[in-house]
């Protein structure tokens, strides 16, 4: 017998609790799942103004301080690609425990660490634990969010992400402080401290109403989705329409069924996603892996990373300017990449990501050419050059908050079918992760091979191209339920199959 609350689609008599608290129920497991960012963003905001006394303290070379800065990216491919299979085996939620223990037992160790290796150790752990929580949190979040509101829920995680970097970047400010050799450690040292707030909000938080489908558990299921949708109808429809993505008749109904040819472990899923896809999957890889490219190469992570050391390039001779800059950039940031959410459902992402990627080649532009003609002018103080270098670090940071920063996340998270979603969306991930792990391990480098100048310019003709990519390539997927997301793909441009209204009507559209 069924006792989910659903009988072949119809609704049963039971007491509605006021459907304002399920909304405030979706956005708090939006919350909690987004804490897992909170850490990795303290995690490389922290590095920034961390390594000017890493590098004092422990008589580091410029080829290992940005080995340093870059290699915890490197390490995370291996928590992201594990993070697919293991969400699909232990559940997103107590995936998203497991990203905080890994982040909690790095922080420990790099706070105490004593000489390069030992930090190293503590990187690689932290890595593993930013591989889990980059793919976890906006998976979780897309999966428990109604559609109407999935692209405000589903930028939690960069929200939280930037908030991370600028409490990181504080955090510098005021520790820089203390002793040299205990102002670092302590630096890196307290970011363990939320992880012990993960693990207590976990509990909280219920599993996927998605990955509880595959697992035959209906009943867990449906409970989820009536605490996350406006309506119960809206309820049962989703239940629908994740059981037909992944092959569960309707009138299965009971609360714990075996899945037909259940695939849940992860079986054939990598076959159907890279060796034998179908136009539709492989134009969804494409797009994913496409924009998770251009929102690292395009040298936002260069900024993050190294905002002291372009300042320092830009003019700003003290360390103290340089921080203060530094936590500027993390407020503009943050506060660019609250604006992006609360627009992404309304003015959808292709709009979006075009608006943020010509924005940003724009201000890239602007910034290699003012720090090029600084470079040029060794003794000389051109206070309009300094002025448009330190004013476009600040306009590439916001224009990327607005789109590239929490798009990507959204648009990834939602257009794989939800059989192959923990598996794609990993992919993507680690793309991102070792895109980022270049530029952070080379950029010094790079300054020097191009000059500071060049290397900018040369994030501008990414930025440039990505744009092109953005707008030949991707459709628009705002308020598309997710399980047909998919029909929307297939002809490998921008041209939909269908199209949504404001209101979230499906439209059908003829090319």
């Known amino acids: 017998m069924s006792s989910s609350g ?118 690689f752990v932290a890595g593993i634990g930013v591989g889990y929580a980059m793919m976890i949190a906006p998976v979780y979040t897309a999966e428990v969010a109604p559609a109407t509101s999935r692209g405000f829920l589903s930028s939690f995680p960069e929200i939280f992400i930037n908030i991370g970097i600028l409490l990181g970047y504080v955090s510098n400010y ?161 506060l660019f990449i609250v604006v992006g959410t609360c627009v992404v459902d309304r003015f959808g992402r292709r709009a979006l990501l075009l608006t943020s990627m010509g924005g940003m080649f724009l201000s890239l532009t602007a910034l290699g050419t003012s720090l090029t003609v600084i470079d040029r002018n060794p003794g000389q103080t051109l206070k309009w050059a300094i002025g448009l270098s330190v004013t476009t670090v600040m306009t590439f940071v916001a224009t990327f908050s607005i789109g590239a920063g929490p798009v990507t996340w959204v648009y990834c998270s939602e257009i794989f079918p939800v059989r192959l979603r923990a598996q794609g969306a990993s992919l993507g991930v680690m793309l991102n992760r070792l895109m980022s792990g270049i530029i952070g391990m080379t950029f010094l480098s790079l300054s020097k091979g191009l000059t500071i100048g060049g290397a900018f310019l040369l994030f501008a003709g990414v930025a440039a191209a990505a744009w092109v990519f953005f707008f030949t390539f991707l459709p628009e997927t705002r308020g598309m339920p997710l399980e047909e997301m998919e029909s929307l793909f297939g002809s490998y441009t921008a041209n939909k199959k269908k199209n949504v209204t404001n209101e979230g009507t499906e439209v059908v559209e003829e090319h």
């Open 174 to 334: 005021f520790f820089s402080k203390l002793p040299v050799h205990l102002g670092w450690r302590f630096m890196l040292g307290v970011g363990s401290i939320p992880s012990v707030c993960l693990a207590i909000g976990v509990l909280a938080m219920p599993e996927s109403p998605r990955w509880l489908v595959l697992q035959g558990r209906i009943g867990d299921a449906f409970k989820v989705l009536d605490k996350t949708s406006n309506t119960k109808e809206e309820a049962i429809s989703r239940l629908n329409d994740i059981k037909r993505a992944a092959g569960i008749p309707e009138d299965m109904t009971d609360d714990v069924i075996v899945v037909p040819n259940r695939k849940s472990a992860g079986k054939g899923v990598w076959k159907d996603l890279i060796v034998r896809p179908t136009p539709a999957v492989r134009h969804i890889l494409i797009a994913c892996l496409g924009i998770h490219f251009a929102q690292q190469a395009s040298g936002i992570d260069a900024v993050v990373l190294y905002s002291p050391t372009i300042f320092q390039k830009a003019g700003l001779k003290s360390k103290n300017d340089q921080l203060l800059a530094t936590v500027a950039v993390g407020i503009v940031k943050t």
């Open 6 to 123: 659903i009988e072949k689609g119809v609704v049963t008599t039971e007491v509605e609790a006021p459907r304002g608290n399920r909304s405030r129920f979706a956005f708090a497991c939006a919350i909690l799942a987004s804490m897992t960012s909170i850490i990795l963003g303290y995690d490389i905001g922290v590095m920034s103004g961390a390594a000017i006394f890493i590098k004092e303290d422990l008589k580091l070379s410029d080829v290992q301080l940005e080995i340093l800065m870059g290699i915890l990216n490197i390490y995370s491919l291996v928590g992201s690609g594990a993070a697919g299979r293991t969400s699909d085996w232990i559940g997103r939620r107590y995936t998203i425990v497991l990203a905080g223990a890994f982040f909690f037992c790095g922080a420990l160790l790099m706070g105490f660490a004593t000489n390069y290796p030992f930090i190293m150790v503590g990187r």
